[in-house]
């Protein structure tokens, strides 16, 4: 959320370098430095001191670093060192830096080919360490590299750069956590997990902002971004009121998908002077509530206190479950901001919270349309596999920034063990589709927040826009959506059902778990070295790029609701254990 906080987070600027992706690295047996003589390096090694300098120097006195020194002196603004990758075929790399930071964790700034790159964290260390930079799209030709001063006093010793291998099939299946999730929640996951990947869903925070685009792009956003904000009962007994509701049963019944996230005013301790007043009681410095005091005891004032507003969102949430609407539900964003008082005790205080809701909404309250939504990046923070759905980021870069984040996309691929669909849940500059598809980050969805960020043509301009809910045909918009609801939908599992050395015999049961009759399905699961498929029945199957595809016969391809039908194989090599995916049409 952007509500007078400062951006946390930076991130890839718009590149116009989608050459055909090459994954081989460019011929680097030496390192070329942009303007200097060429240097002795590993192959995709790039020897900082054999850059071109500007206003930093090359130094050795500590030891350690690779080839013939390390680049020092980052303090003014425009300090850089700039390095070329000669000859490259063009292609996706990733970009780690070698470097050294012995006077606390840093921040560094990257260019690639003169064009902003967003920035590396350089995390505190007085030995040489290396800092993963995310990705590059390198294009055919030379291309250039820069590190530039950010948050300084560092010191760089060399840029890596890595061919970026294929990405595995994904393992979200389009399960939920809570197995009493009602129909329209299971529907909404499948639905996501059906386009995950392939499709990116566009959204909007509030209903001003879906009704600017509607006016001005001519396009609505398939979802809306809502907020429980000031159903909070602090709030509440000041005054305030909330339609967000009655938006999202109105937004559900246009067909569109429905996301909340929750400003959740401090249950106690508002501080209400001139710039802390009560109205900005979910930041941390408006508020002396203290989460950590609260959870630790449950027969406290405060605690007690946490129960309440919980059981306070709990009944609108519970409007929501009996018309049928689910919710991508984003509880306790940004925690490990720290801005937010629910972040504000470090990473056991918030996880502990979030369990808490989990289990009071889930288990007291029977609150069944929810599709938990985690919402920090970090793994110290991350409440466990069995309370989230999906793994999601905020991302608020330059102005103008377009760039894919394709760095916080892989780690939270990596969070969530890439079982977890993964999501932008704010963001102030829409990633380019476009690269987001070329750098291989998958976002699931993203919403755009409001105000300036939408309107004032400088986050988003009008042409940007246009193209990416009018021209773009993997960004999906509400009148995309089709009848979610009841699509028609499967599940499958998998068995083993005899095993012998160098082979095993496996069974697929594919069942419908949808409202409508099936006309087809695809089953779909990861395939290691060493294993094949001699022989199947009852699909036709096919193997490539490390998956394996199984298509219905031509007789069993219509299930009705509830219906089953299985296929059989014969496999080589060790029998696999995958969770297999499925689609109906």
Same mark, same amino acid.
């Given at each position: 959320m952007s509500l007078s906080r400062p951006r946390w987070l930076a991130s890839a600027v718009a590149l116009a370098l989608l050459a055909s992706l090459n994954p081989g690295l460019a011929p680097a047996a030496e390192a070329v430095g942009a303007g200097g003589p060429r240097a002795a390096a590993g192959a995709g090694v790039y020897e900082a001191e054999s850059g071109a300098l500007t206003g930093v120097t090359v130094e050795t006195a500590a030891? *350690?670093?690779?080839?013939?020194? +390390?680049?020092?002196?980052?303090?003014?603004?425009?300090?850089?060192?700039?390095?070329?990758?000669?000859?490259?075929?063009?292609? #996706?790399?990733?970009?780690?830096?070698?470097?050294?930071?012995p006077y606390g964790q840093k921040t560094a700034s990257l260019l690639l080919n003169g064009a902003g790159h967003g920035d590396v964290v350089l995390p505190a260390t007085d030995q040489w360490a290396t800092a993963a930079a995310g990705r590059v799209l390198l294009r055919a030709g030379d291309n250039t590299i820069a590190v530039r001063n950010n948050w300084g006093w560092y010191e760089i010793d060399a840029l890596h750069l890595t061919p970026v291998a294929p990405r595995p099939p994904h393992q979200v299946t389009g399960a939920l956590v809570n197995p009493d999730a009602d129909a329209p929640a299971r529907a909404l996951m499948r639905y996501l997990a059906a386009h995950y990947g392939k499709d990116v869903l566009s959204g909007q925070q509030d209903m001003g902002g879906v009704r600017w685009l509607e006016e001005n792009v001519g396009k609505a956003p398939a979802i809306a971004g809502l907020d429980m904000m000031d159903y909070s009962p602090s709030r509440v007994e000041r005054g305030?009121?909330?339609?967000?509701?009655?938006?999202?049963?109105?937004?559900?019944?246009?067909?569109?998908?429905?996301?909340?996230?929750?400003?959740?005013?401090?249950?106690?301790?508002?501080?209400?002077?001139? *710039?802390?007043?009560?109205?900005? &009681?979910? +930041?941390?410095?408006?508020?002396?509530?203290?989460?950590?005091?609260?959870?630790?005891?449950?027969?406290?004032?405060?605690?007690? #206190?946490?129960?309440?507003?919980?059981?306070?969102?709990?009944?609108?949430?519970?409007?929501?479950?009996?018309?049928?609407?689910?919710?991508?539900?984003?509880?306790?964003?940004?925690?490990?901001?720290?801005?937010?008082?629910? &972040?504000?005790?470090?990473?056991?205080?918030?996880?502990? #919270?979030?369990?808490?809701? +989990?289990?009071?909404?889930?288990?007291?309250?029977?609150?069944?349309?929810?599709?938990?939504?985690?919402?920090?990046?970090?793994?110290?923070?991350y409440p466990g596999d069995?309370?989230?759905?999906?793994?999601?980021?905020?991302?608020?870069?330059?102005?103008?920034?377009?760039?894919? #984040?394709?760095?916080?996309?892989?780690?939270?691929?990596?969070?969530? *063990?890439?079982?977890?669909?993964?999501?932008?849940?704010?963001?102030?500059?829409?990633?380019?589709?476009?690269?987001?598809?070329?750098?291989?980050?998958?976002w699931s969805w993203f919403v755009t927040w409001s105000g300036d960020f939408l309107t004032d043509g400088r986050w988003n301009s009008p042409d940007f826009l246009r193209r990416v809910y009018r021209d773009d045909p993997h960004v999906l918009t509400l009148d995309e959506l089709g009848d979610w609801k009841n699509a028609p939908a499967c599940a499958?599992?998998?068995?083993?059902?005899?095993?012998?050395? &160098? &082979?095993?015999?496996?069974?697929?049961?594919?069942?419908?778990?949808?409202?409508?009759?099936?006309?087809?399905?695809t089953v779909r699961w990861p395939t290691s070295a060493g294993q094949g498929i001699r022989d199947a029945w009852g699909a036709t199957v096919t193997t490539a790029d490390g998956t394996v595809t199984a298509r219905n016969a031509s007789w069993n391809g219509r299930l009705a609701p509830g219906g089953s039908t299985a296929l059989g194989l014969i496999g080589t090599g060790t029998a696999p254990t995958p969770t297999p995916t499925c689609a109906a049409s």
């Open positions: 030891a *350690g670093y690779s080839g013939t020194g +390390y680049v020092a002196g980052f303090d003014a603004p425009d300090d850089q060192v700039t390095v070329t990758v000669p000859d490259s075929p063009g292609g #996706l790399f990733e970009l780690t830096v070698a470097y050294r930071a305030t009121t909330s339609t967000e509701v009655e938006n999202a049963l109105a937004w559900d019944a246009r067909g569109g998908i429905v996301t909340f996230a929750w400003h959740w005013n401090a249950p106690s301790g508002l501080i209400d002077t001139p *710039g802390k007043e009560w109205w900005r &009681g979910f +930041y941390t410095d408006a508020t002396t509530f203290d989460v950590a005091a609260a959870l630790a005891d449950p027969d406290s004032a405060d605690h007690r #206190l946490l129960i309440r507003d919980i059981d306070a969102i709990a009944v609108q949430l519970t409007r929501l479950r009996d018309a049928g609407v689910p919710v991508l539900w984003r509880p306790l964003h940004e925690a490990e901001g720290g801005w937010f008082w629910w &972040g504000a005790k470090g990473p056991g205080p918030a996880k502990q #919270l979030y369990r808490l809701m +989990y289990d009071r909404l889930t288990a007291h309250h029977r609150l069944t349309n929810l599709i938990w939504v985690w919402n920090s990046i970090s793994p110290d923070w069995d309370v989230v759905d999906v793994v999601s980021v905020d991302s608020y870069p330059a102005v103008g920034d377009h760039g894919p #984040l394709s760095g916080s996309y892989d780690k939270l691929v990596s969070l969530g *063990g890439d079982r977890k669909l993964v999501a932008l849940g704010e963001v102030g500059p829409i990633p380019d589709p476009e690269l987001t598809r070329a750098y291989r980050a998958g499958a599992t998998w068995k083993v059902v005899n095993r012998w050395p &160098g &082979g095993y015999q496996a069974e697929v049961t594919v069942r419908n778990v949808g409202t409508r009759a099936t006309a087809g399905w």
